[in-house]
C-alpha cells in the first residue's frame, strides 16, 4: 500500500532571516515541530538536493504546499522567491496554469506572449530530492500566430519569468495536476505531459473554444505592458480622456474578466475611494478611484515621446488643481508611502545623466521632517528657482507621488550653469548649490579645530586612512575616527549631517562593505558637550588623540577620561610620552552626572554603480520601513526616441538586515542576502541623517 507522502510532506520558506543560520528565501522539508515553536527538517539547496539539516521558529517562515516548494525551487536567487510570492495574485494564477494558457514572460529584456506547453520536472528522481519546476512555453509572434499555433520553441521558465498571467479564453480551466502514475526516469529533465488541454477535443460539452475566444485573449495580451504602478489613459463615457496610475489589477465580484482600478490624477464625482461595490480593492482619496475593464487602459500618451529636449506633456482635459501644489505639502506619512509611492513610474523621472539629482531630491523631501522645516522655513518665492522647486518637484512628488521629467529639466536649467541640464555631477556639489543658492539656507555643519572656529560645510567628507579601520567599519567608526584622528569637533548639534564615505572618484571604493548605521551617537565628537569617561562613566575631563589606535583600549574608540583615569591610564610606560589635552567642561556639573547622549537617526543613502545613482529610504518609525528608488529603472522605447521609467520598490529586507548586530552584519554572507540588501553595503556613496528632536 502506498503512502501519500505529499499529505505527511509539510514545506515551508523563511521570510525572516533566522538566528538559526537559515537566510530568507530558504525552502525546507518540516519533519517535527518542537514545543517551543521551532520547526526541524532538512533544507533544500540546489537542484532540490537536501544538503542539511536545520531549525528555524515557525513564525519566521511560510507554509508552502508540496507544488508551491517545487516552483519556488527552480527560483533562484532566494530573494527571488519572496519577491514572487509577495505578489499573492501573480503567484497563484501562475500555479494554476494549464496547457495553452496564454502568460507574458521578460526574455532577452523584452516582454513576449507565449503559450504554456508544458510542465517540466527538473533533477533527478531519487530519494531526498524534491524535483523543480518550471515550465516549457513557446512564443507567439502575434494574433495570427495564436490563431494558427504557430509557435518558436524557448529556453525552460522559472515562475518568477512569469510576469503576466492572461484572464482564460475558455471556461473549461482545471488545476494543474501531476498524474501519481506518471512514471519518472533518472534524466535531468522530464516533460508532464498531464496538463489539462484547453482545446476542442478535452472541451466540456455544450462549452465553445473558437477564434472568437482566441481573439479576446490576444486583446487582453496586448495590454500586458500594463502592471500595477503604470501610468495609463482611459477614455471615459463622455469622450473625455482621464489619466491616472493603475492600483489594482484583478477579476472584480460579479466579472469575468480583468479589471484596472486606477487613482486618477483629478476628482470626479461618479468615482469612489478604492471601493468598487461593497469591496475594497486599494485605498486612495475620495472621488478619484475609477474601475474599467483593463482592456479599456492603454499607456499614458502624455509620456510616450521625451527628447533632449522635453516637449512639454499634453494637459489633462479636465481643470489640474495647479493651486493646490503653491501650498506646502508635508512629507508622505508612513503608512501612505506604500500604496502612494510604489511602483512603476513613480517618484521622479529620469533624464539626461539626471540621476544625481533625482536621487537626490528624492531622498531629502520624501520623508524626512528635519528637512522638511528647514525647506518650509526658507525664502518664500512666487517665482524663480525656489519657486519651482517647491511646486513642480517637492509639492507634486508628495501630492501625487510622481514628478515628470520636464519638470525636472525645467528646474535643471535654472541653476546657473548650462552642464546642470546636460552634464553628470556629483551629489555633493548639487547639495551646496541647492541648500545655498537654491534655498538660501545656512551652513548644517560648523566644525571647530581645538575650540577655534573653523570652516562651515554643508556635508563632510570622512577621510581616514585604510590601516585606521576593520575590514567592514560602520559610519559610526568612520565618522569618529575622521574627525578625531584631523582633531576636529562639531560646534553645535547639526538638524542634519550628510556623511561622505571615503572614495576616489566613483569606481574606486577604500572599502569593499560600509555599515550604514541606523543611530550615529555624536556625543563624543561635539565641543563643549559633557562626555563620559572611557573608562569608568564619569564626567571626563581629558582627551588623548595618542589613545586612538591602543590595541589595549579598544582600538578606533575615541578615549577621554575624569582626572583620576586619566592620571591611571597614562601610568603604563607605553603612555608616559602621551599629551592628553584637556576639554571644555560647562560649570557646575557635578562629576556623577547623568550624560545625556545626542544621537541622529538614518533617513537616507544614496548607492553609486558604474555612475548610475540610487537612493534608500527610511519612510516611518518603524525598522522594516523602507524604499528604493531609481529614477531610470526600466526604459520605454529606444535612446532616441523613448523615456525612462522610474521605479520605487519597497525593501523591508533591508531593514531585517540592518537591524543585526554590526558583527552579524560584517560577516552576512551577501550572496544570500537580496540584491538590495547587497546593493546598499557595497555601494553607498552618502549617508544622510537627522536630529529626531527639535531643539
Not at 536545520?54 to 527571488?80: C, E, M
Not at 479599456?296 to 489633462?316: A, G, M, V, Y
Not at 508628495?398 to 553628470?424: H, I, N, Y
Not at 571626563?540 to 589613545?547: L, N
Request: aromatic share 8%.
Amino acid at each position: 500500500m502506498e503512502v501519500d507522502t505529499e499529505r505527511q510532506e509539510r514545506y515551508f520558506i523563511v521570510v525572516r532571516r533566522s538566528k538559526k543560520g537559515l537566510s530568507r528565501g530558504s525552502i525546507l522539508r518540516a519533519d517535527a515541530e518542537t514545543a517551543a515553536g521551532d520547526l526541524i527538517g532538512m533544507v533544500y539547496g540546489g537542484g532540490g538536493i537536501t544538503r542539511s539539516s536545520g531549525s528555524v521558529k515557525k513564525d519566521d517562515t511560510y507554509p508552502l504546499s508540496r507544488h508551491q516548494a517545487q516552483l519556488l525551487l527552480f527560483v533562484s536567487p532566494a530573494s527571488r522567491r519572496l519577491e514572487l510570492m509577495c505578489n499573492v495574485q501573480l503567484f497563484s494564477a501562475v500555479c494554476d496554469l494549464t496547457q495553452d494558457d496564454l502568460v507574458v514572460v521578460k526574455h532577452k529584456k523584452d516582454f513576449q506572449p507565449c503559450l504554456v506547453k508544458n510542465l517540466v520536472q527538473v533533477g533527478k528522481d531519487k530519494p531526498g530530492v524534491l524535483q523543480m519546476l518550471g515550465f516549457e512555453l513557446s512564443l507567439m509572434e502575434g494574433e495570427e500566430d495564436i490563431l494558427l499555433k504557430k509557435t518558436v520553441p524557448l529556453p525552460f521558465f522559472s515562475a518568477a519569468d512569469i510576469v503576466q498571467v492572461v484572464p482564460s479564453h475558455s471556461n473549461t480551466r482545471q488545476p494543474l495536476r501531476i498524474s501519481s502514475d506518471l512514471g519518472l526516469n533518472s534524466k535531468a529533465v522530464s516533460r508532464i505531459y498531464s496538463m489539462p488541454a484547453l482545446n476542442f477535443r478535452n472541451a466540456k460539452k455544450g462549452s465553445t473554444f473558437s477564434n472568437k475566444n482566441v481573439s479576446n485573449s490576444i486583446q487582453a495580451m496586448s495590454h500586458y505592458s500594463l502592471e500595477v504602478g503604470s501610468m495609463a489613459e482611459v477614455i471615459s463615457l463622455n469622450g473625455l480622456t482621464v489619466y491616472g496610475v493603475i492600483r489594482w489589477i484583478g477579476v472584480p465580484d460579479g466579472k469575468k474578466n480583468y479589471w484596472a482600478g486606477l487613482e486618477l490624477d483629478n476628482e470626479v464625482t461618479t468615482c469612489s475611494d478604492g471601493t468598487l461595490g461593497t469591496i475594497r480593492y486599494f485605498t486612495c482619496e475620495g472621488n478619484k478611484a475609477l474601475f474599467v475593464p483593463l482592456t479599456n487602459c492603454k499607456p499614458d500618451s502624455r509620456f510616450l515621446f521625451i527628447s533632449n529636449e522635453i516637449q512639454k506633456p499634453l494637459e489633462p482635459p479636465s481643470v489640474t488643481l495647479l493651486e493646490d501644489l503653491d501650498e506646502d505639502v508635508p512629507p508622505v506619512a508612513e503608512q501612505d508611502v506604500l500604496s502612494h509611492l510604489v511602483g512603476r513610474m513613480r517618484g521622479i523621472q529620469g533624464h539626461f545623466n539626471s540621476c544625481y539629482l533625482d536621487a537626490t531630491l528624492f531622498s531629502l523631501f520624501t520623508s524626512s521632517i528635519a528637512f522638511s522645516r528647514m525647506f518650509n522655513r526658507s525664502a518664500d518665492s512666487e517665482e524663480g528657482i525656489s519657486h519651482i522647486l517647491r511646486r513642480d518637484i517637492v509639492n507634486r512628488l508628495r501630492r501625487s507621488g510622481f514628478v515628470p521629467a520636464d519638470s525636472v529639466m525645467k528646474f535643471r536649467k535654472q541653476l546657473g550653469c548650462k552642464s546642470f541640464a546636460t552634464d553628470e555631477k556629483d551629489p555633493e556639489e548639487f547639495i551646496t548649490l541647492l541648500l545655498k543658492h537654491v534655498l538660501h539656507i545656512e551652513p548644517l555643519l560648523k566644525i571647530r579645530s581645538r575650540g577655534e572656529l573653523s570652516q562651515d560645510a554643508y556635508t563632510h567628507q570622512i577621510i581616514v586612512e585604510k590601516n585606521q579601520m576593520g575590514a567592514v567599519p560602520s559610519v559610526q567608526q568612520l565618522l569618529e575616527m575622521s574627525l578625531v584622528s584631523s582633531d576636529l569637533k562639531f560646534g553645535e548639534i547639526p538638524s542634519c549631517l550628510i556623511v561622505q564615505m571615503p572614495r576616489f572618484g566613483k569606481k574606486f571604493k577604500m572599502f569593499p562593505k560600509i555599515i550604514p548605521s541606523t543611530e550615529l551617537d555624536i556625543t563624543d565628537v561635539l565641543h563643549c558637550s559633557p562626555r563620559e569617561c572611557f573608562v569608568c562613566g564619569h564626567l571626563a575631563e581629558y582627551e588623548c588623540g595618542q589613545c586612538l589606535m591602543d590595541h589595549k583600549l579598544q582600538p578606533g574608540k575615541i578615549k577621554q577620561y575624569c582626572s583620576t583615569c586619566n592620571t591611571q591610564v597614562h601610568t603604563h610606560t607605553s603612555r608616559q610620552e602621551h599629551t592628553p589635552h584637556k576639554l571644555t567642561v560647562p560649570d557646575h556639573l557635578p562629576e556623577d552626572a547623568s550624560i545625556q547622549r545626542h544621537q541622529m537617526q538614518l533617513f537616507a543613502v544614496l548607492c553609486i554603480n558604474t555612475s548610475h545613482y540610487v537612493s534608500f529610504v527610511k519612510y516611518g518609525a518603524d525598522s522594516r520601513s523602507w524604499i528604493f528608488f531609481d529614477s531610470m529603472a526600466d526604459r520605454c522605447g529606444d535612446d532616441n526616441n523613448g523615456y525612462n521609467i522610474p521605479v520605487i520598490r519597497s525593501c523591508p529586507e533591508v531593514g531585517d538586515f540592518l537591524s543585526q548586530s554590526e558583527e552579524e552584519i560584517s560577516t552576512a554572507d551577501l550572496s544570500q542576502c537580496s540584491e538590495l540588501v547587497s546593493r546598499l553595503l557595497c555601494d553607498s556613496y552618502m549617508c544622510l541623517y537627522q536630529r529626531t528632536t527639535h531643539l
